[in-house]
C-alpha cells in the first residue's frame, strides 16, 4: 500500500521559475512605483500574499484537526497532502517577520496605528480613537502574537506530522491518540488565535473600522481557498500516477466541499454587508462605501467569482466530481479567494494615501506625489501582482511537494485507512 | 457479498447483536402497550401545566399586553426571550436531518426521529410569542402578504420581523414534511402488526406503503429535495432571528457576528434539549441499544463544540467593543457583566461557556447521569443568552433619563411555563403513537455498525471479511457500481 513520491527535477525547476517570477515581479513593484509614497504597492503585495498562503497552511491544520477529532475516515488516503500544507507554517512565519521588521525599521506604512505619535496627545499625529485601542494596536502585542501564535501552529503542524509519520512504522493505536490529543488542542488554541492574527494583520489596516465577523469571515475565505489547492494537488498528483487508491467518490466529497463552503463564505460575507449596510453606522459603513465607489470592479467581481459560478457551477452533480469542471472551478475560485484578500487590504490602503494627499494639498509646503482614481495595482491587480501571486505559490507548492516527498502518501498504518480506500458516497 | 467496510476502532451504533426482527419489536413495542405509571404521570403534570399556560394567555388576550410588565425602555421581555429560545432548540432536529446527514454521521439515526419532532414542537411553542404579542391577535393574518382589500396597505418587507414571518413558517413546513416522509414506511411497519382501529388509522397514516422497490426510489428522492431545503435553512432561520436584532443600533444588539453565533447558540440549545428528552425516554422505552452511550458521546461533542463556538463569540464581541472605540457599545458591555442584571451575564457565561468545557472529558462525555445534569444547565443558559441580549441591552440606552428595569409578572412567567406544558405533552403524545427511533433507518445502518459485524466483539467471519480487505484479498471494487 505504500506509496512514495518522487519530487521530479522538473517539477523544483518549475516551481523555482515561478519564485524567480515573483521575485522580479516584486522587484520590479518595489523599484518601479512611483506613483505611492512609500512602496505600498510592494508591502501590500508582499502582505496580501504572505497572509493569504499562511492563512492557507493554518486552516489546512484546522480541517485536519477537526477530521482528526470528528472520526472522519474518508480523509486519510489524502491526508498527507494536507499534512504537507501545514507544514508550510514556518515560512509563514519568515514572512510575516519582514512586515514586523518593516514595523519596526518604518519601511512601510501598512499601518496607520504604527505612526509615529499617534497616542500622544501633544503629537500632531495624534489619534484619540487609536490611542483607545493601543492596548491591541501596537508593534510589540504584533510582533508578539505574530510570533508566538505562528509558531504554536507551527509547532503542532510539525507534532502532528512527527505522529502520522511514526504511524506508518510503529503501527498500533499510539500515535492515533497523539493525533486526536494535539487535534483538540488546536481546535480552541486556533479559534481564538486565529481572530487576533486576523485582525492585527488585516482588520488593523482599517484603524478605527471593527467588525466581529471579521475573523470568521477571512477564515471562510481561507478554508474555501485550501480545499480548492487540494483538489487542485490531488487532481496533478493523480496525473502523475499517484493517488490511484482514492475513487470518484472522494472528488466528489471534496467538489461538495468547495461548494457547500462557498456557499458559506458568502453567508458570512453578507451577513457582514447587510448588517452594516442597514444599520447605517458612519463608522462601519465608510468600510463598504469605499469599496462599493472606487473599487467596483473588485466588490462586485468579488461576489460573482467567489459564489455566483461556484454556485452554479458546481450544482450539478457531475461537476463536483469530473476532473475538467473541478480542475477549472478550483482555480478560479482559488483566484478568487486570492482577490478577496486583495479588496480587504488595498482599497484601504488607496484610502488612506488618497486621504494624506488631500490633507498634504491643503497644508503648504507638503508635496506628496498625486494619489489617481485608478491605480493599476491598487483597484485591479496587474501583471505584478499576478506575477507575485505565482511567485508565492510557486514556494507554497515548492514546500508541499518536497515534503510529500519525505513520508508515504499513504498512511498505512492509520486505523481508518481502509474505510478510505473503500469510501462510498 | 457486498458489506461497508468498516473500522474496527469504530464503536457499534448499535449494541445487543440486533436482528432485523429485533429492531422493529424494540421500536414498535412502545406504541403497542398501555403506558406506563412514569408516562401517565408525566402526561397529567404536563397537561396541568398546560392549561395553566392557557389561562394566562388568554388572559392576555382578553385584558391586553399590560398584563406584562413591559415598559416604555423594555418593549421586549420574556415574551421575545422565550420565542427565540424554543426556536433555537428546533435546531437541533434540522442539524440533525440535514447538515449530519450531509457529513454522514451515522449516529444520527439514533436520535434523528425524536430530534425532528421536538423541532416541530419547539417551534409551535416559539410561534405562540410574537403572534400573543401583537395585542389584537384577531389582526395576526395582517403579517401576511396576501393581495387585499387593504389598498396600498402592505406589510413592511424591509423589517427583519417579516423575514422572520417567512423563515419560520418555511421553517415549519419543511421540518413537518421531513419529519412525516420519515415516518411513513415505520407507520407501514406499525400497521403491519395493528389489529382494528389502530390498522387503519396507521393505514391511513402510512399513505398505502408497501415496501416496493418505487416506494423506496420516491422516497429516497423526496428525502433527498427535503434534505437539501433544509440545509440552508439550518442556518437561514436563526441567521433571521438574529437579525430582528443586528439590524438596529442598539449597541449590544447590532454586531455583525450575530448570524452565525445565533446559529452555533441554536444547536447548541438544540442538542442540550435532545439529550435531555433522549436521556430520560431511551431509560422509560429501553432504547439503551439504539440510543448509546456513544450516541450521548457524540452529541457531546457537539455540545462542546457549539458551546465553544458561542464562547468564542462572546469573547470576540466584548473584545471588539472595546477595540471599537464607540463609548455607547463600551458600556453596553460594561453595563452587561457589571450593571444591575449582572447575575444574568454571570449565569450565561457559567452555563454556557464554562460547564460545556467538562466534556473535554471522556469520561464525563460518557456519564449519563453528569450528562444529563449538564444539559439543564444549558437549557437555563441558553434561555438566560438572550435574556442578556433583550432585556439588558434595552434597559440602558443612550438616554440615562430612560433608563429602567423589568421583572416579569406571574402571567408572562405563566405562559413561559405553559409553553413548556405544551411541548411535552406533544412530546409525551409523540412517543406513544410514533416509533421514537426510525426503525428503516436503523435498519439500513445495522449491517455496518452493529455490533456483530463491527468492534472488538465483531463475529469473527466479519472481522475475517475486514482483515481479507486489509491484505488485499477482497477487493471492494472502486467506480465499477454507482
Redesign the interface.
Known amino acids: 500500500m505504500e506509496q512514495q513520491f518522487t519530487f521530479t527535477g522538473k517539477q523544483k525547476t518549475f516551481f523555482l521559475a515561478l519564485m524567480a517570477l515573483g521575485a522580479i515581479c516584486l522587484v520590479l513593484t518595489y523599484i518601479g512605483d512611483t506613483a505611492t509614497p512609500h512602496h505600498e504597492r510592494f508591502w501590500t503585495n508582499f502582505l496580501h500574499n504572505s497572509v493569504f498562503f499562511t492563512g492557507i497552511s493554518f486552516i489546512g491544520l484546522y480541517w485536519l484537526a477537526a477530521h482528526t477529532?470528528?472520526?472522519s475516515?474518508?480523509h486519510i488516503g489524502f491526508k498527507r497532502i494536507v499534512e504537507a500544507m501545514t507544514l508550510f507554517l514556518p515560512i509563514g512565519l519568515i514572512l510575516l517577520l519582514v512586515i514586523v521588521a518593516g514595523l519596526y525599521g518604518g519601511w512601510h506604512h501598512l499601518y496607520h496605528w504604527a505612526q509615529e505619535g499617534i497616542t500622544d496627545p501633544t503629537h500632531p499625529n495624534y489619534d484619540?480613537?487609536i490611542a483607545?485601542?493601543s492596548?491591541?494596536l501596537n508593534k510589540t502585542t504584533y510582533t508578539a502574537v505574530t510570533v508566538f501564535v505562528l509558531l504554536a501552529w507551527a509547532a503542532i503542524a510539525y507534532f502532528m506530522r512527527r505522529a502520522s509519520v511514526a504511524e506508518d512504522t510503529e503501527g498500533g493505536?499510539k500515535n492515533?491518540k497523539k493525533l486526536k490529543l494535539w487535534a483538540?488542542i488546536l481546535?480552541?488554541v486556533g479559534?481564538?488565535s486565529s481572530?487576533f492574527c486576523i485582525?492585527l494583520w488585516v482588520m488593523s489596516i482599517d484603524s478605527?473600522w471593527?467588525?466581529?465577523?471579521?475573523?470568521?469571515y477571512t477564515s471562510a475565505s481561507w478554508l474555501v481557498s485550501a480545499m480548492c489547492i487540494l483538489t487542485l494537488v490531488i487532481l496533478y498528483l493523480r496525473s502523475q500516477g499517484y493517488m490511484g487508491h482514492l475513487?470518484?467518490h472522494h472528488l466528489h466529497d471534496l467538489g461538495?466541499y468547495i461548494f457547500?463552503f462557498s456557499i458559506f463564505w458568502t453567508?458570512?460575507w453578507f451577513?457582514?454587508f447587510?448588517?452594516?449596510w442597514?444599520?447605517?453606522?458612519g463608522?462601519e459603513t465608510i468600510y463598504f462605501k469605499n469599496r462599493m465607489d472606487h473599487f467596483p470592479v473588485l466588490f462586485y467581481g468579488n461576489i460573482l467569482i467567489n459564489f455566483v459560478l461556484p454556485f452554479f457551477v458546481l450544482i450539478r452533480n457531475s461537476t463536483k466530481w469530473k476532473a475538467g469542471s473541478l480542475t477549472f472551478i478550483a482555480v478560479v475560485v482559488l483566484f478568487g479567494h486570492w482577490i478577496d484578500f486583495f479588496q480587504m487590504i488595498k482599497p484601504s490602503i488607496w484610502a488612506g494615501l488618497k486621504h494624506h494627499a488631500e490633507h498634504a494639498a491643503h497644508d503648504a509646503g507638503h508635496h506628496g506625489p498625486e494619489i489617481a482614481d485608478f491605480m493599476m495595482g491598487f483597484h485591479f491587480p496587474g501583471l505584478l501582482e499576478v506575477g507575485t501571486f505565482l511567485g508565492f505559490l510557486g514556494l507554497f507548492l515548492y514546500f508541499v511537494f518536497s515534503r510529500l516527498a519525505k513520508a508515504s502518501l499513504v498512511p498505512v498504518n492509520d486505523?481508518?485507512l481502509?474505510?478510505s480506500?473503500?469510501h462510498?458516497? | 457479498m457486498h458489506h461497508p467496510v468498516i473500522a474496527p476502532v469504530r464503536e457499534p451504533l448499535v449494541q445487543g447483536r440486533k436482528s432485523y426482527h429485533q429492531i422493529t419489536e424494540d421500536i414498535c413495542s412502545p406504541t403497542e402497550k398501555v403506558p406506563g405509571v412514569a408516562w401517565v404521570a408525566g402526561f397529567l403534570v404536563s397537561v396541568a401545566l398546560a392549561v395553566f399556560g392557557v389561562v394566562c394567555i388568554l388572559l392576555t388576550i382578553w385584558n391586553g399586553i399590560g398584563e406584562w410588565n413591559l415598559n416604555r425602555t423594555i418593549g421586549w421581555g420574556w415574551d421575545i426571550t422565550n420565542f427565540v429560545w424554543w426556536i433555537g432548540i428546533g435546531h437541533a432536529g434540522t442539524l440533525i436531518s440535514a447538515i449530519l446527514l450531509l457529513f454522514r454521521q451515522k449516529w444520527r439515526t439514533g436520535v434523528n426521529r425524536a430530534a425532528e419532532a421536538m423541532t416541530i414542537f419547539a417551534v409551535i411553542c416559539a410561534g405562540l410569542f410574537p403572534i400573543i404579542h401583537m395585542g389584537r391577535v384577531w389582526l395576526a393574518i395582517f403579517i401576511f402578504p396576501y393581495p387585499n382589500t387593504r389598498g396600498p396597505l402592505w406589510v413592511n418587507f424591509n423589517s427583519p420581523l417579516l423575514w422572520d414571518v417567512f423563515a419560520i413558517s418555511t421553517y415549519f413546513t419543511v421540518s413537518l414534511l421531513f419529519w412525516y416522509t420519515g415516518l411513513v414506511p415505520d407507520f407501514a411497519t406499525v400497521r403491519d402488526r395493528a389489529t382494528g382501529i389502530r390498522k387503519k388509522i396507521y393505514a391511513t397514516l402510512a399513505m398505502g406503503w408497501t415496501g416496493a422497490a418505487k416506494h423506496w426510489q420516491r422516497h429516497e428522492s423526496l428525502s433527498l429535495v427535503l434534505a437539501g431545503l433544509a440545509t440552508p435553512l439550518v442556518l437561514s432561520v436563526h441567521t433571521i432571528v438574529s437579525f430582528d436584532f443586528a439590524t438596529s443600533v442598539i449597541p449590544g444588539w447590532h454586531t455583525t457576528i450575530f448570524p452565525p453565533y445565533f446559529v452555533a447558540g441554536a444547536i447548541f440549545s438544540g442538542f442540550a434539549m435532545v439529550l435531555t428528552l433522549m436521556i430520560i425516554t431511551r431509560k422509560v422505552l429501553g432504547l439503551e441499544e439504539y440510543i448509546t452511550v456513544g450516541h450521548i458521546e457524540s452529541m457531546n461533542k457537539i455540545i462542546v463544540l457549539t458551546g465553544s463556538i458561542v464562547g468564542v463569540a462572546y469573547l470576540t464581541e466584548l473584545f471588539i467593543a472595546w477595540y471599537s472605540g464607540y463609548v455607547y457599545e463600551q458600556f453596553a458591555f460594561y453595563n452587561r457583566a457589571l450593571g444591575p442584571y449582572w447575575w444574568a451575564y454571570a449565569a450565561m457565561m457559567t452555563c454556557n461557556v464554562i460547564t460545556p468545557q467538562f466534556f473535554w472529558s471522556k469520561k464525563l462525555r460518557r456519564n449519563v447521569a453528569f450528562t444529563f445534569v449538564l444539559s439543564i444547565f444549558i437549557n437555563i443558559g441558553m434561555w438566560f443568552e438572550r435574556f442578556v441580549i433583550i432585556v439588558i441591552s434595552l434597559h440602558r440606552d443612550y438616554l440615562p433619563s430612560s433608563w429602567s428595569m423589568y421583572s416579569p409578572s406571574w402571567i408572562e412567567v405563566g405562559i413561559f411555563i405553559g409553553t413548556i406544558g405544551i411541548f411535552f405533552v406533544l412530546f409525551l403524545i409523540f412517543v406513544r403513537v410514533a416509533p421514537v427511533v426510525a426503525i428503516a433507518e436503523i435498519k439500513h445502518i445495522v449491517k455496518g455498525a452493529g455490533d456483530q459485524y463491527t468492534g472488538h466483539d465483531a463475529d469473527q467471519k466479519y472481522k475475517d471479511f475486514y482483515n481479507d480487505v486489509k491484505s488485499g484479498k477482497h477487493t471492494n471494487g472502486h467506480d465499477d457500481h454507482h
Open positions: 477529532i470528528g472520526y475516515g474518508w484619540k480613537i483607545g485601542k492596548g491591541l493505536l492515533y483538540a481546535l480552541p479559534a481564538f481572530a485582525w478605527h471593527y467588525s466581529t465577523m471579521f475573523a470568521w475513487n470518484k461538495k457547500a453567508y458570512v451577513s457582514q447587510m448588517l452594516i442597514y444599520a447605517n453606522v463608522e486505523p481508518y481502509y474505510e480506500l473503500n462510498r458516497a
